[in-house]
């Protein structure tokens, strides 16, 4: 069975959750891949440059992102 067919089975919070568990493996092995030399760039302009607005966790950030993408849908 395919990884792409595997992942078709799934119901829309088994998604979410393997993505949850993808992560926590990623950033279990930081070393394991480079990030993209542009991105030494876009932090440092950041940091030198703060975005105003507050900031959200990772639980309010996605809820707001799923909320957006619902208002979306229902536009359409």
């Known amino acids: 069975m395919s990884l792409e067919t595997l992942i078709g089975g799934l119901t829309r919070e088994e998604k979410l959750a393997a993505l949850d568990l993808i992560w926590e493996h990623l950033q279990s092995e930081p070393g394991s891949f480079a990030s993209p030399a542009w991105h030494e760039q876009v932090i440092q302009e ?16 996605r809820t ?3 909320e957006a993408v ?7």
Do not use: G, K, T, Y
């Not at 440059?49 to 966790?57: H, K, L, T, Y």
């Not at 619902?70 to 359409?76: D, E, G, I, L």
């Open 46 to 61: 950041r940091l030198q440059r703060p975005d105003p607005a507050p900031r959200v966790s990772l639980a309010e950030a």
């Open 64 to 66: 707001q992102v799923e």
């Open 70 to 76: 619902h208002a979306r849908r229902a536009s359409n």
